[in-house]
């Protein structure tokens, strides 16, 4: 009769615990792995600070500051790089309009998660697919159509030389493009893209004007300076000759006696 009372005791007791076990799993998404089971202060001090910024994270994505609360996903993540980060990255990110990255993202955390640990992960590995199929949907593109060996530029940033391998991908909003070939000026042009929107460049839109020789240097002969230096020494010598013909005494004939200067 004592083991028929103390057994659904003792069964409720471990179903409390594995009930705060699961509890605990779902807050804290850097708990200690079994590797992490040996001594390393200086590991388990990262750890923890990760963890605050994660923390301060989600509390900041739920009050949606989103821009703060993705500083300090990547702050964890640059302190603990774990992949599971990087889904907290890409949700903040898609909130701010930032699918490109927000894509990145989701599809790292799945290639690391295809296959799920736990009923966490499932749930997780299904928001990152509908958070991405989501987000590239939301992708604009620009596909130039300009000739072979111009490099490409989006606001600032080089995405390559054409002929592109892949559409240059951006997010929705102005973005100014610029068109660039060596001995030519750049040709630029401001966007604006909507949401999915695909926008091809056409040749004829771009005019590339070519750069203005540089003017060629006059011979010295045809410089103001030249002529000037010139006609100063001409003028010079003339001087002189007219001060020492001036004060030269008169030349003495041959066979006359003539008195000392």
């Known amino acids: 009769m004592r083991w028929g009372i103390r057994w659904p005791a003792t069964f409720a007791a471990i179903s409390l615990l594995a009930v705060a076990r699961d ?11 079994p590797a992490d089971s ?4 200086a590991a388990n001090d990262t750890k923890a600070r990760a963890q605050e910024h994660l923390d301060r994270g989600n509390s900041l994505k739920n009050e949606r500051s989103f821009e703060k609360a993705l500083l300090e996903f990547r702050a964890a ?10 889904y907290n990255e890409a949700d903040a990110e898609s909130e701010l309009g930032h699918f490109v990255d927000a894509t990145d993202h989701y599809d790292a955390f ?44 989006v606001d600032a940033r080089s995405f390559g030389k054409t002929p592109l391998a892949v559409p240059v991908r951006l997010d929705p909003g102005h973005h100014r493009v610029t068109f660039r070939r060596t001995g030519l000026a750049d040709s630029s042009r401001d966007v604006v893209l909507s949401p999915g929107q695909r926008l091809r460049v056409e040749a004829d839109l771009i005019t590339f004007a070519p750069s ?8 010295l002969w045809r410089r103001w300076p030249f002529w000037a230096i010139a006609g100063a020494a001409v003028l010079a010598g003339v001087a002189t000759v007219f ?18 200067p």
């Open 38 to 41: 040996a001594p390393n202060p």
């Open 77 to 86: 993540h640059d302190l603990y790089p774990s992949p599971k980060i990087l």
């Open 23 to 33: 509890a605990d799993a779902q807050t804290a998404p850097l708990s200690p792995s």
């Open 243 to 260: 001060v020492v013909d001036y004060y030269s005494p008169p030349s003495c004939p041959a066979g006359v006696h003539c008195p000392p």
């Open 212 to 219: 203005p020789p540089p003017a060629p240097r006059k011979p």
């Open 110 to 153: 799945l290639r690391e998660f295809s296959q799920p640990e736990d009923d966490e992960d499932a749930q997780r590995i299904q928001a990152a697919k509908d958070g991405v199929a989501v987000a590239r949907a939301k992708i604009a593109t620009i596909d130039p159509a300009v000739p072979n060996d111009v490099e490409v530029l």
